[in-house]
């Protein structure tokens, strides 16, 4: 999770002041049953009823890239503290979604980002061999690339103590390797980007919006994203067209594109795509009306509302961060019925025998509480005191935004009044993030209309 919050601390005091050708859509040769839904072909919005899941944030780490005990090694635990993922858990935590999926039957799912712990070649391998399997059932799959997943200067292998480089991948490797998943029947690709348009079914297109800065890596993996001005201009054609068709566009992006709570991109930046106001308005004014979106490891939805047009932002939380969430949306009579899934049991021992939903939290908790007390102590200069007194307000309020639906409760109301009293600048952020944006976060209806 330090990408997820390495700046929520740092740039607390900004609170006071506060080449790829293009494939057009007659190109694709499509077989008689590819657009074939609930027993009729096309795809009409105001009577078909779709399934939808997504999951985002897998960060799956093959299980070979741990040896000789490597887990409880120093490597790996330091780079735990540093991060805290259940990334020890990834495989299994895999395994158990595809095997829900299996048992769902969505017409479709949506990755948006982060398949990997850091782009490592051979769990992309293992990621695609999964989503081979479900697609094997019928689910039609879209994945984009998240800022972890390509030309990643991080990827690492352990064994016993030590961490090693470990081959990874770059952009074309990407579509290659994620082929049967968006890029191979895409009936457009942005020459720019590693965006795409896909046609699951006649009428409707999912738009795959690659925002990731990977290209610019150099000893760490760049956590902001943008999209690029020639992107934006493929997309605006894009919904153009699509509007002029009457073709429902669903689109997905790692990245943010709007705020999840009041000053996310000051608080936090590096989440929400850069000039995310520009760029959502135009989305809007284009016809864009839903987005679903991961990187923050928050299960939270909100909208944005320009000039009487609405765009919804569904963010899906992360498979390696408590609760462990993952969405079912269906999709009827022009209405999407956002609901939320957990992953509770793995094949796997945990610590303790504690069970999933325990270990999560707890692992999580007691990371976030030495994270905090090392930032608010060692990069800010506070008290050990406020310190020790901030760090689990800090905690607690970051926990309730991933798990959605924030609630603070009285005795947190009244311990985040006495941090007041001590630093309006420490106490900000947490009131911040306990103040949920006004949409239900784990289910909820939404009209697209």
């Not at 293009?22 to 009729?40: F, L, T």
Request: aromatic content about 10%; overall charge negative; some cysteine.
């Amino acid at each position: 999770m330090r990408k997820e919050i390495l700046f929520l601390v740092f740039l607390i005091a900004l609170v006071s002041q506060s080449c790829k050708k293009e494939i057009r859509s007659d190109s694709i040769n499509q077989s008689p049953d590819a657009n074939i839904i609930n027993g009729k072909s096309g795809f009409d919005v105001a009577s078909s009823h779709l399934k939808i899941a997504v999951v985002s944030d897998i960060h799956y780490m093959d299980p070979s890239l741990l040896t000789n005990n490597a887990s409880a090694g120093d490597a790996f635990q330091n780079y735990l503290a540093a991060d805290p993922k259940l990334i020890e858990y990834s495989d299994p935590i895999f395994r158990k979604v595809i095997a829900d999926l299996k048992t769902e039957k969505p017409d479709i799912l949506l990755v948006p980002g982060d398949l990997t712990k850091d782009g490592e070649r051979v769990s992309h391998e293992s990621v695609a061999h999964f989503l081979n399997e479900l697609k094997s059932t019928g689910i039609k799959v879209f994945v984009v690339p998240g800022n972890h997943d390509i030309n990643n200067p991080e990827a690492r292998t352990y064994n016993g103590n030590n961490a090693f480089p470990t081959p990874i991948i770059q952009a074309a490797d990407f579509t290659n390797i994620y082929s049967n998943f968006g890029y191979a029947d895409a009936v457009s690709r942005d020459p720019n980007s590693l965006s795409y348009v896909s046609e699951p079914y006649s009428g409707l297109w999912i738009m795959g919006i690659d925002a990731c800065k990977y290209e610019d890596n150099n000893d760490i993996a760049i956590v902001s994203g943008r999209i690029k001005s020639q992107t934006l201009s493929w997309m605006l054609d894009r919904l153009a067209e699509a509007r002029q068709r009457n073709i429902t566009v669903f689109a997905m992006m790692h990245h943010n594109l709007i705020e999840h709570y009041a000053g996310q991109s000051y608080l936090d930046p590096g989440y929400v795509v850069d000039d995310w106001q520009t760029d959502v308005n135009a989305l809007i004014a284009a016809g864009l009306k839903v987005i679903f979106t991961g990187h923050y490891h928050a299960n939270d939805i909100t909208e944005y509302v320009n000039d009487g047009k609405k765009l919804t932002d569904i963010e899906t939380g992360s498979l390696v961060t408590a609760p462990i969430p993952y969405r079912i949306v269906t999709m009827k009579n022009k209405d999407l019925d956002v609901s939320t899934k957990y992953i509770t049991s793995i094949a796997a021992s945990l610590p303790g025998g504690m069970s999933l939903a325990s270990y999560s939290n707890q692992f999580l908790s007691q990371h976030l509480d030495g994270y905090f007390n090392y930032y608010l102590t060692n990069v800010f200069g506070a008290p050990t005191d406020v310190a020790a007194f901030a760090a689990p307000l800090y905690r607690n309020a970051i926990m309730a935004h991933f798990a959605g639906d924030e609630h603070m409760p009285p005795d947190q109301r009244k311990l985040i009044d006495q941090l007041k009293q001590i630093s309006t600048d420490i106490s900000a952020p947490v009131y911040s993030l306990w103040t949920d944006l006004g949409i239900k976060d784990n289910k909820t209806p939404i009209k697209i209309e």
